[in-house]
C-alpha cells in the first residue's frame, strides 16, 4: 500500500507544499564514533555499489536498527541513497527522531568520510533536499538523478521515481487516502504481529496483504515498473534503478533492466553490486524478530540472504 499512498502524496506534495521546505536537517554531527571497527574504506569494500532507498528516517515504520546492521555488514566503493531517506513531510507533521535515526545519518556521514563516494537522490518525502542539486553535504553529493556505471560496462539510471506518479493513471481513486493512513495502518500491523508473535504464528504483513489484493493497486505497481523502463530505455541507458514504491524487484522489462531497491520499512531490501559487476537484491533478515519468526523468508516469500 505504501507504493500507491506514497505515490498519491507525491502528487499532494507538488501541488499543497512548498517546492523548498528550507528546513534546518535534524542531525547531531557530533559522535564520530558509531561503534562499527568495519572500516569503510574502498580496500575493505565487499561490493562495488549498494543502494538503499525509502529509509523514512522520522517515522516510526523506519527499521532504523535493522538498517544499521545491514550498512555495518554491506561496506562499499559508492553508497547511493535513492530517496525518501528522511521523511521530511512526517517530521513536519510530528516531530520523530530517535537515537537510532540519528545513528543512521551519522553512519551515512561517517562513511562519506572514510571514503565511501556517497550519492544521494532526493525522494518525494525529502524533496526539500532536491534545491541542491549538484551540492555536497558533509561529503554527500545531492544529484536529482545519477547515473551508475557497473564493472561489466552497463549504464544505469538511478532517480526515485515518484515523477512517475502523474503518467500512472490507476491509483488516483487512492488521492482520497493518505499518509496517515499508511501509518495507521503499519502501527496496526505491528500490533497484530505482536499478538499472532505470542500465539507462536508467523510474521504477516497485512499491508502486503492489501496490497496483492488489492488489484488496482497490483496494475499500478505494474504500470510503475514499465513506465520507468521504458523511460531508461528510451534515454539510452541500460537499466534502471529506482525505489519509490517499496516494491523490491530486479527483472528484465523489454530488454531494459528494471530494479527496485525496495525499502527499509517492511522489506529490508537493497540492492548491491559486487566487484565483477553482477547486480543482486539482497533480502535482510530482520533479526529484532522473536525467535521462530523469520524462517528464511520474509513476509513476501522471498528468500533472505544476509544477516
Ligand atoms: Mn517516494
Given at each position: 500500500?505504501?507504493s500507491?499512498?506514497?505515490?498519491?502524496?507525491?502528487?499532494a506534495a507538488?501541488?499543497?507544499?512548498?517546492?523548498?521546505?528550507?528546513?534546518v536537517?535534524?542531525?547531531?554531527?557530533?559522535?564520530?564514533?558509531d561503534?562499527?571497527?568495519?572500516?569503510?574504506?574502498?580496500?575493505?569494500?565487499?561490493?562495488?555499489?549498494?543502494?538503499?532507498?525509502?529509509?523514512?528516517?522520522?517515522?516510526?515504520?523506519?527499521?532504523?536498527r535493522?538498517?544499521?546492521?545491514?550498512?555495518?555488514?554491506?561496506p562499499?566503493?559508492t553508497?547511493?541513497?535513492?530517496?525518501?531517506?528522511?521523511?521530511?513531510?512526517?517530521?513536519?507533521?510530528k516531530?520523530?527522531?530517535?537515537?537510532?535515526?540519528?545513528?543512521?545519518?551519522?553512519?551515512?556521514?561517517?562513511?562519506?568520510?572514510k571514503g565511501?563516494?556517497?550519492?544521494?537522490?532526493?525522494?518525494?518525502?525529502?524533496?526539500?533536499?532536491?534545491?541542491?542539486?549538484?551540492?555536497?553535504?558533509?561529503?554527500?553529493?545531492?544529484?536529482?538523478?545519477?547515473?551508475?556505471?557497473t564493472?561489466?560496462?552497463?549504464?544505469?539510471?538511478?532517480?526515485?521515481?515518484?515523477?512517475?506518479?502523474?503518467?500512472?493513471?490507476?491509483?488516483?481513486?487512492?488521492?482520497?487516502?493518505?499518509?496517515?493512513?499508511?501509518?495507521?495502518?503499519?502501527?496496526?500491523?505491528?500490533?497484530?504481529?505482536?499478538?499472532?508473535?505470542?500465539?507462536?504464528?508467523?510474521?504477516?504483513?497485512?499491508?502486503?496483504?492489501?496490497?496483492?489484493?488489492v488489484?488496482?493497486?497490483?496494475?499500478?505497481?505494474?504500470?510503475?515498473?514499465?513506465?520507468v523502463?521504458?523511460?531508461?530505455?528510451?534515454?539510452?541507458?541500460?537499466?534502471?534503478v529506482?525505489g519509490?514504491?517499496?516494491?523490491?524487484?530486479?527483472r528484465?522489462?523489454?530488454?531494459?533492466l528494471?530494479?527496485?531497491?525496495?525499502?527499509?520499512?517492511?522489506s529490508?531490501?537493497?540492492l548491491?553490486?559486487?566487484?565483477?559487476?553482477r547486480?543482486?537484491?539482497?533480502?535482510?533478515a530482520?533479526?529484532?524478530?522473536p525467535?521462530?519468526?523469520?524462517?528464511?523468508?520474509?513476509?513476501?516469500?522471498?528468500?533472505?540472504?544476509?544477516?
Open positions: 500500500m505504501r500507491a499512498f506514497d505515490a498519491l502524496g507525491g502528487w507538488r501541488s499543497r507544499l512548498p517546492a523548498a521546505a528550507g528546513g536537517l535534524p542531525i547531531d554531527l557530533g559522535a564520530d564514533d561503534g562499527d571497527d568495519t572500516p569503510d574504506g574502498p580496500e575493505r569494500a565487499r561490493y562495488r555499489a549498494v543502494f538503499i532507498s525509502d529509509l523514512h528516517l522520522g517515522t516510526a515504520g523506519c527499521q532504523a535493522q538498517l544499521l546492521e545491514f550498512l555495518k555488514r554491506h562499499s566503493d553508497l547511493y541513497l535513492v530517496g525518501d531517506i528522511i521523511d521530511g513531510w512526517q517530521l513536519r507533521r516531530w520523530f527522531w530517535p537515537q537510532s535515526h540519528n545513528d543512521v545519518v551519522q553512519k551515512l556521514l561517517r562513511r562519506a568520510r565511501c563516494r556517497v550519492v544521494f537522490v532526493p525522494g518525494n518525502h525529502d524533496e526539500f533536499a532536491r534545491q541542491f542539486d549538484g551540492h555536497q553535504f558533509g561529503g554527500i553529493e545531492v544529484s536529482n538523478e545519477a547515473v551508475h556505471l564493472a561489466d560496462g552497463r549504464r544505469l539510471w538511478v532517480v526515485h521515481g515518484d515523477h512517475f506518479d502523474g503518467v500512472i493513471q490507476c491509483a488516483k481513486w487512492l488521492a482520497y487516502l493518505g499518509d496517515n493512513a499508511y501509518e495507521l495502518l503499519l502501527r496496526l500491523n505491528r500490533h497484530l504481529n505482536s499478538l499472532r508473535a505470542r500465539l507462536g504464528l508467523p510474521y504477516w504483513s497485512l499491508s502486503q496483504y492489501l496490497k496483492h489484493k488489484k488496482k493497486a497490483l496494475n499500478y505497481v505494474m504500470d510503475f515498473e514499465r513506465a523502463a521504458a523511460e531508461a530505455r528510451s534515454r539510452g541507458y541500460h537499466g534502471v529506482c519509490h514504491i517499496h516494491r523490491p524487484e530486479m528484465s522489462i523489454d530488454g531494459t528494471y530494479c527496485n531497491d525496495g525499502d527499509w520499512v517492511e529490508l531490501s537493497a548491491v553490486e559486487h566487484l565483477d559487476g547486480l543482486e537484491l539482497v533480502h535482510w530482520p533479526g529484532a524478530l525467535e521462530g519468526i523469520a524462517h528464511g523468508e520474509n513476509a513476501r516469500g522471498q528468500t533472505i540472504i544476509g544477516a
